[in-house]
């Protein structure tokens, strides 16, 4: 808000303002409000944005803040939130800063004492969740896995262990990958594939991720993808069989974990005796 010589007369504020995840009828009055009334809209993607903003005649000027720009950008905006501005932080779709350069923005305000607030609203990952069926009364999002093939796999076998729901984000050209490894780590166990949520072509399937995959090499899979992995039969902690103890124990020998305490560490995860894992470890290093 401005004074009559065209000042701040009030303290500025950032705001992280959630948008739709597909229908544009998923946005929040107080949404609306706050992007016509603010001084800046700083969005990840001008032109996915501009749709959102020309269907309900938002006219506030942008700025771009994205990941190749977040450190200077984010000081940009810091200081102009201190000045007295009001800027709206939207991402292209869903909540800000939830597996998004955002969170950054979060990190910098924290620090420098920034005044933020968040205005709630559609969510990918807990939209996912409820279309799932799954239980939602203890779950744990993962964002997107690792890239790097040791520590996705370290993150899979994790998840198998863990006896929550877990709501995971995919790239459709990383989605039969995906799939292939959950086949060998997590076997049977149910997941959802969730595509282009809200959207005409909403679709969730469910099955085992050898089924999916099946499904998914018949056709090219597009659009925003969400996947969500049952959580185990049991809240007992999962027992790695034969061949996900195997990989569990290269991985930690990858990782540079003495041999002595990868032995102890994959005993404890798995159904397989000690003597049965040192006989691995030993095949591993190439000394049988």
Not at 26 to 55: F, P, Q, W
Not at 128 to 145: K, P, Q
Not at 234 to 256: I, N, V, W, Y
Request: hydrophobic share 40%; with cysteine; charged share 30%.
């Amino acid at each position: 808000m401005t004074d009559r010589n065209g000042k701040h007369s009030v303290p500025g504020l950032l705001y992280f303002c959630a948008t739709p995840i597909g229908n544009l009828k998923d946005i929040t009055l107080r949404a609306l409000e706050c992007m016509k009334s603010a001084d800046y809209i700083a969005v990840e993607n001008v032109n996915r944005s501009r749709k959102l903003l020309t269907h309900y005649e938002i006219e506030t000027p942008l700025m771009v803040f994205r990941e190749s720009n977040r450190d200077k950008k984010g000081r940009e905006i810091l200081k102009r939130v201190q000045g007295g501005e009001t800027i709206v932080l939207i991402t292209d779709a869903g909540l800000p800063a939830i597996s998004d350069p955002g969170f950054s923005l979060v990190e910098m305000a924290v620090k420098e004492g920034v005044p933020f607030t968040v205005l709630p609203g559609p969510s990918a990952a807990l939209t996912a969740l409820l279309r799932s069926g799954f239980t939602s009364s203890r779950f744990v999002f993962w964002g997107f896995l690792s890239r790097k093939k040791k520590e996705r796999r370290e993150e899979l076998l994790s998840i198998a262990a863990d006896p929550k729901t877990a709501v995971i984000y995919e790239a459709p050209h990383r989605l039969l990958q995906t799939l292939q490894e959950m086949e060998t780590i997590l076997g049977e166990r149910s997941i959802a594939v969730c595509r282009e949520l809200t959207k005409r072509f909403e679709e969730v399937l469910k099955g085992t991720p050898g089924e999916l995959r099946g499904v998914f090499q018949e056709r090219a899979p597009r659009g925003e993808i969400t996947l969500v992995v049952a959580p185990g039969v049991s809240s007992q902690e999962f027992l790695l069989q034969e061949d996900q103890a195997l990989m569990h124990l290269k991985s930690l020998l990858d990782r540079g974990i003495p041999p002595g305490e990868a032995v102890k560490r994959t005993v404890r995860r798995s159904a397989l005796k000690r003597s049965e894992v040192y006989e691995m470890m030993l095949q591993l290093q190439g000394k049988k």
